[in-house]
């Protein structure tokens, strides 16, 4: 079981690169702009949280994440042509390391301890949704995820999912999987039937 | 007077979350992403603080800072047309935010132990100028302190205040109240008199 | 010899920071803005490492950081019709910077302990190159080392010749020079002789 959540977050890694890499390459960025700004929407909002919770960032003791948003990079220049064909493909990718990626940061804040449920869940929504942050920050955009798309939302009920599936007393694996999955499904159904918030209205509208 | 210090701490919070909610309304941002730049608006200065003290960021431990960001987003999405009316009201709250927030960035670094004097100050600065710094790089502006406004000089004196009335042995209420009443009229002379920094000229002017 | 590292650290700070404010300058940024983007141009790279690793931020431990900074400010200020006749004693002492604040990092990052040295080769980039991304977000523009020069990889090759002088067994000194030089010959090539890395394609292009 443990092989299986790492490969997820492998895969979770790479798609989260590609989608950094992309928009990168629309800006005309070289490779190595690319390779940083694919790497910080992958590790990035892992990075905060573990910062937030005093612990070393996790991509500093495992190789991995560097050398996959390496891959990404690679798989990026050879089959540019070919991407746009592959977007479900992404997309789906993506919201699977972005349900992983919550589950992750909030079993990581249990685990440092001494803080509440709301801050795990806090916590959840930082690792899936920071990373796209700074991608956004990177290549100077308003970042898209304060604009569209229901996605650090989903991690929010992701969070909920998860807290309420613990209190019920259900064991780990369940909690695990009903939370990813609520992530997932809040994701593909937003996106599905293009439901999105409400946009805040100016003072003159 | 704690309860004092906590109130006008809250009050700080709200002016701060509003100001950054507001910009984010004229860039069309939704609901989430305009909840977020409030927040990180009110909190993005302390936290940097705490992460570079070493202790964990001050709002994982109490709730009510984003509870408190939460009641400004409602209250922009309630009285948006009215705002307008209320803006010489949120210049004054968002100074005494200013006010409270340099103070508490001073004491926490003092109590933090093994800093210097100036390390206090430039925390100080830091806790209360910081968070706008945030804002306007998520809403994809040119920081506003750095073209605009006494905001953070007005933290370093209040900083140089309170060092001065420490070092002259004043009570521990004095050196606070003196310390944020310099922050606060010094903010609030440079806006009526419209005095500002010079800008610095480029190499072809 | 350990005067001759501080005079080469504080003159690569000068040089960090004389190129954060002339940018600040084309941006009509007041003084004191123009002081910060040059403060955090010298520190913030410094500033992500000390935070990684778990240890007070550099320059909350030596004034000098923010002094330095501070001449940098009054130079531009006094000198600013004359500065483009110093582009390439600029580019030398920014190079000279860029080379020490990367071995530096590399070796805080091994001092630090219990990280693998592609951790430390990391850190030395972060510690060269970071500030200047902090800069350009600051300016809001694109970070030009995302898009132009050889300079995050000319860290990147000082510290595997730091690692490879290591592993032969060199002198701490000879390994310091050699990685230190490594950094500014590819620096200096790659400027002479216009040399870039290729950028990354779009998917229409």
Redesign the interface.
């Known amino acids: 079981m443990i092989d299986l959540v790492e490969i997820i977050e492998y895969v979770g890694t790479f798609a989260f690169a590609i989608s950094g890499?992309?928009l990168?390459?629309?800006?005309?960025?070289?490779?190595?702009?690319?390779y940083?700004?694919g790497l910080v929407t992958a590790i990035g909002g892992g990075?905060i949280r573990d910062?937030?919770?005093?612990v070393?960032?996790f991509w500093?003791e495992d190789?991995r994440y560097?050398i996959c948003s390496g891959f990404a990079?690679v798989f990026?220049?050879l089959f540019?042509?070919y991407?746009?064909h592959l977007n479900i493909t992404f997309f789906l990718f993506d919201t699977i390391g972005l349900a992983l990626f919550t589950v992750v940061g909030i079993e990581k804040t249990m685990a440092a301890g001494g803080?509440?449920y709301?801050?795990a869940i806090?916590m959840g929504g930082i690792t899936g949704a920071a990373g796209g942050?700074f991608r956004d920050?990177?290549?100077?955009?308003?970042?898209l995820?304060?604009?569209?798309e229901i996605y650090?939302?989903a991690c929010l009920i992701g969070g909920l999912v998860y807290i309420a599936c613990l209190d019920l007393g259900m064991g780990r694996m369940a909690v695990q999987l009903l939370s990813a999955l609520s992530v997932a499904l809040t994701r593909l159904v937003a996106v599905r039937y293009k439901i999105?918030?409400?946009?805040?209205?100016?003072?003159q509208d």
Do not use: Q, S
């Not at 920050?137 to 970042?143: A, K, L, T, V």
């Open positions: 890499i992309r990168a390459a629309k800006k005309d960025f070289d490779l190595f702009g690319a940083v700004v990075t910062l937030c919770l005093g070393p960032p500093m190789a560097l990079l990026v220049v540019r042509k991407l746009i803080y509440d709301w801050v806090v942050v920050i990177f290549i100077n955009e308003i970042p995820i304060f604009r569209k650090a939302i999105g918030l409400p946009h805040i209205k100016g003072e």
